[in-house]
């Protein structure tokens, strides 16, 4: 009776010592600087459907299939698998940790009696090893919480490249339709100047023009001919950057020849009193480092003390001529303490350095959320300041349009001076490029809002 109460008095101790855990308990951060932070990541709920608000079925499939085929998204989610399966691991360290085995020795002359000579021993053992590292001071509970943390990161970078893959398909696509429509504007451009340099042309021959008027409409079409291969160029590189995201060789996909850049029916907005950061998978990626480097200061913490351990054995031992059996039953155990006394020096140089890797992805952290509330404010401006250009260059093409219009009845009613035309014509070449580009560039900066606000802002 009283071995079994010393037995269960040691028992709890153990129990009391082990529910300890050196190191900082790890608090979420709340604020950085005077900024509310969100409580918890939270991945939008639109995050990869947000682009049918476009009504755009090229886009839409686009999406789907790099969601689906896209090796880097491959990669991200095996590293999510692998995390999670390294924190198991860790949490398997709290347990007794064992192996059974079964074996068999024989031998000749095994001593150096004479009584031994020519003697042929055996033995058999059969049973179970076990081993315990109890732990007192929360190692690897500390372990656990780190590894834990580095999984959730995981996750959490996982749903980042999701992010990363759909704006990178959106935005080359909205290049690839760029590139279309410029290519598009650039041959009618071409055909406009070639019938204008058949009035001059004829009026040359007439003789109402000059070799000089032949020449200088003949260099505006060749400037107009020497832009159609870059656009080729453009619409090729676009096609191959979308295939490489969609794992599939360039010339495999299957896109409208129609060059329209998709477009929003309604306007997107803010959400009075949101919490956008919440989206952020980079914020929620650097507070996760955060709690694993604060974790790793429990574990260096913890070698500053004992270390206690259990081993033992469990099964059958037999000697020369004996088989197992009941009578050959055995059992061990054996405690063990360590103490890393003479190597403090290094334990609390480990210690600093966990404190100060926690220092720095503090610092990382609240550098991300800076940087992530910079990105989401530039993101939208760009794009009102980019919907603003666009559509005065709107206006600037229509004016130049109806210059021309102008010009080239003038100049073929014989009233007009043909500079004039040419650079009615020139101007109006100019303000369409520029609204093709202008064009392309308010939808790029569409596809940055969405990423600054991982996927999180609402289409109204």
Known sequence: MGNILKIGTLAGLISALAACAVGPDY??????????????????????????AFGDEDLNQLIDQALKENRT????????????????DSDNDLLPKGSLNAGYEAGKNITVLESDDDTIARGYNAGANLTWDIDLFGKVRRAIEASLAEAEQADILWHDAQLQIISQVAATYGDYRGAQFRLKVAEQN??????????????FQAGFASELEMARIDAQVFQVEASVPQMRNLLARSDATLSALLAKKPGELALSTEPELPQLSKPVALVPGENYLRYRADVASSERALAASTARIGVATADLY??????????????????????????????????????LGS??????????????????FEQQVFDALADMQFSLQSYNFSRQQQQSTEHQWQASERAMTLARQRFEA???????????QRDALQSREQLAVQEQQSFNRLVDIYRAFGGGISVI
Not at 309 to 325: D, K
């Open 306 to 343: 004992p270390n206690v351990s259990v081993s033992g054995f469990l099964g059958f031992l037999s000697g020369p001529g004996l088989t197992l059996g009941g009578d050959t039953k055995s059992w061990s155990v054996a405690p063990t303490i360590s103490w890393q006394a003479a190597d």
């Open 414 to 424: 014989g009233s007009g001076e043909f500079l004039e035309l040419l650079e009615a």
């Open 190 to 203: 071409l055909a406009n100047l070639r019938q204008t340099r058949t009035i001059v042309k004829a009026r």
């Open 27 to 52: 608090q979420a951060p709340t604020k950085a600087n005077n900024i509310e932070l969100a409580s918890t990541y939270e991945q939008a709920e639109k995050l990869t459907n947000w682009w049918h």
């Open 347 to 364: 334990i609390k140089a480990r210690i600093r350095q966990a404190e100060a890797n926690s220092d720095i992805a503090l610092a990382q």
């Open 73 to 88: 998204l491959f990669q991200a989610q095996a590293n999510v698998l692998r995390a999670y399966a390294i924190f198991r």
